[in-house]
């Protein structure tokens, strides 16, 4: 079996006109640290392969973050261009989303969100947990539980949150007739508690939104850049009605705004609308950079001659006045492109299968280190490159 795949694997390579590689690091049951690489490729027939090419073990000390893959010094990056491997370099687009979103500045709120929830439902709390669930039966809340907010899940605050913000009333009650949590009650009264509550709930079920949507499977490069962009889009939105304090795209916000009626002031948070912005801006700039090329790829047949790199614009001029392919001109980058003519169009054909061979997140390597704590257990926890997993008996 282990042959076969291998030998399946190298074929697939042999074959491929262009490739890139994935690679994350985690840490395993039994405190090693773990590297995955896969490869996607492309071969002239457009055909797509993501495959698992190597499960190490790394023995030696290793750094956590993002530092140890792209820094340009020591890390993975840095050793490429050392060996004289010149090519492209990209930070996962979904990581790097969610190191936006913990820029926020409202720690002290969701500090305040999980110290109240664990005081209900977190630790040896069985017996209160019980008797909060009992209150929201007789209660008939819009959620019967509030869940546990885990720091290492990126959406897990996102549904704390939303929940939380639900269930605040309910929550204060259950506190008073428990006769616990006094400083929590007293937070759950304050106004400006409420609007820090109410608008770090909405801005976070908007990061988780665009989060789910990078998760998204089968999608190309330029898809995913689209998200960031769509939501980049969003938030010049969301800071120029925050100056005039509407609440219209921040639905907690509104529905609070509604309650509370003269007593809510949202327009400071533009504030950190700005610095999401800011940093969204400082982190995606290797794919910002790759923006001429992605408009290419994904509206080749009316992006502007004089945008197009000059090795191009000659085929690209041929192209946009060919009725054959105006005709095509809708269809999915995917199938648009197999329609090409090597004798015609040899540089937009490089072109476009260069770009389809390009990993935009490591999420194939997050699912694969998902699988693995499936595989692995106290009894069955060492990982060796040798003898232990191999790729093949993962699900891939």
């Known amino acids: 079996m282990g042959s076969e795949v291998s030998g399946t694997l190298k074929g697939i390579l042999e074959k491929c006109r262009f490739y890139s590689i994935a690679l994350d690091e985690s840490t395993d049951i039994a405190d090693i640290s773990q590297l995955l690489i896969f490869v996607r490729t492309i071969n002239e027939e457009f055909e797509i392969h993501e495959e698992l090419l190597e499960l190490k073990s790394l023995e030696t000390s290793t750094k956590d973050g993002a530092k140890a893959m792209v820094g340009h010094r020591t890390g993975l990056v840095g050793l490429c261009k050392e060996k004289g491997i010149h090519c492209l370099f990209f930070h996962c687009i979904i990581h790097q989303e969610a190191l936006c979103g913990k820029i926020i500045r409202l720690s002290e709120t969701m500090k305040t969100v999980v110290n109240t929830v664990n005081l209900i439902r977190g630790g040896n709390k069985a017996q209160r947990h019980r008797a909060f669930i009992a209150f929201m039966d007789n209660l008939e809340g819009e959620y019967g539980d509030i869940s546990l907010y885990c720091g290492v899940r990126w959406l897990s605050a996102g549904n704390c949150l939303q929940q939380f913000f639900g269930l605040r009333n309910e929550i204060l009650a259950f506190l008073r007739n428990e006769n616990i949590g006094h400083e929590y009650q007293e937070k759950l ?32 490069i330029s898809q995913l850049y689209g998200h960031i962009e769509g939501f980049r889009k969003k938030l010049d939105v969301m800071q120029i009605a925050l100056n005039a304090n509407n609440t219209a795209h921040l639905p907690s916000c509104q529905q609070l705004k509604e309650e509370e009626e003269n007593d809510t002031k949202f327009s400071m948070f533009h504030e950190i609308i700005i610095d999401i912005k800011k940093e969204f801006q400082d982190r995606f700039q290797d794919f910002d950079s790759l923006k001429p090329k992605l408009t290419l790829f994904s509206n080749p047949m009316e992006i502007e001659v004089s945008e197009v790199p000059c090795d191009l614009q000659m085929e690209i001029s041929d192209l946009q006045a060919d009725p054959f392919y105006q005709t095509k001109k809708y269809d999915v980058p995917e199938t648009f492109w197999k329609l090409f003519s090597k004798e015609r169009f040899p540089k937009l054909l490089k072109f476009s299968l260069q770009m389809l061979s390009l990993f935009g997140s490591t999420y194939v390597c997050e699912s694969a280190f998902s699988a693995l704590k499936q595989i692995q257990s106290k009894t069955r926890n060492r990982i060796e490159s040798a003898s232990g997993i191999k790729p093949e008996t993962l699900p891939y």
């Open 189 to 220: 009264e304050e106004i400006q508690f409420l609007n820090n509550l109410a608008f770090l709930t909405d801005l976070t079920s908007h990061l988780n939104a665009l989060n789910l949507k990078l998760q998204d499977k089968k999608q190309n």
